[in-house]
């Protein structure tokens, strides 16, 4: 128990900025780590459901209920998926050949691109979240965790372009038939569950998720011959904005059908 028990502060101290007692950070504190990923999603999910109904008895306006959804995820996790949308934009943007965009990724500062993308990314979010209903928001905040799911999962399946960076490090000190084995159970319980709050919006963001970690995989071995800790970032963030905006597409096209 308290191999596991080290494992998971290890994982919140890695992707939240949730408060943790000290742990070592040795191969054998981080075999399990990534079976704890997903449930940093579930706190935001649970936050931001928490908010949303708070928002709603409050009667906030629109604008303020969802500027605050979408920094909770920034809060909780302290930005670091974010980071990895933003040096990703930039090393997408450069054009540049396969070595000079690795190098683009693990550069501090932030470029043009990274500017542009980060708030376009924000205004989306902010977007998208003011469309939130009743009926979405629930399988919303499931979202967050299935994200983090697949993620895990490109971590430990996917190739390494960076050998020595924090992806490769997960990755190659992880149980992977064990991480593999609890991401899949975790995926079929989360798809499961938004089926059971609503078959159509359960079914939106599933098809969703997967058809961006399939654009992620083919994107990250075309320009850069693999996953690194910055692009799974990236992929964290595609992912969940890609749910938002399908969940709210799909709740304009039911509500013009009813």
């Given at each position: 128990m308290k191999k596991l028990y080290n494992n998971c502060i290890v994982a919140f101290s890695m992707y939240s900025?949730?408060?943790?007692?000290m742990a070592d950070w040795n191969k054998e504190n981080m075999q399990y780590a990534l079976c704890f990923f997903p449930w940093i999603g579930l706190v935001i999910g649970a936050l931001e459901l928490g908010w949303w109904k708070l928002a709603a008895f409050l009667?906030?306006?629109t604008l303020f209920r969802s500027a605050v959804m979408v920094l909770i995820p920034l809060l909780v996790t302290g930005g670091i998926?974010?980071?990895?949308?933003?040096?990703t934009a930039d090393a997408l943007s450069s054009w540049r050949e396969r070595e000079r965009r690795l190098e683009i990724l693990k550069d501090s500062h932030a470029g043009a691109f990274a500017?542009?993308?980060?708030?376009?990314f924000m205004t989306a979010c902010v977007g998208g979240a003011s469309e939130i209903n009743s009926e979405t928001a629930p399988v919303l905040c499931l979202s967050f965790a299935v994200a983090r799911a697949l993620s895990a999962l490109s971590v430990t399946n996917f190739p390494n372009a960076n050998p020595r960076g924090t992806a490769a490090a997960f990755g190659s000190n992880s149980y992977k038939r064990i991480v593999n084995t609890v991401m899949v159970l975790y995926l079929i319980l989360f798809f499961a569950a938004a089926l059971w709050l609503h078959p159509v919006y359960g079914t939106v963001m599933a098809v969703t998720a997967l058809a961006v970690f399939v654009y992620y995989?083919?994107?990250s071995m075309k320009y850069f011959g693999g996953i690194t800790g910055d692009l799974a970032g990236f992929f964290t963030c595609v992912s969940e904005l890609a749910m938002v905006l399908a969940l709210v597409l799909a709740s304009g096209i039911m509500e013009v059908l009813a």
């Open positions: 900025k949730i408060p943790m007692p009667q906030f306006g998926h974010m980071d990895g949308l933003l040096d500017v542009i993308v980060g708030l376009g995989y083919k994107m």
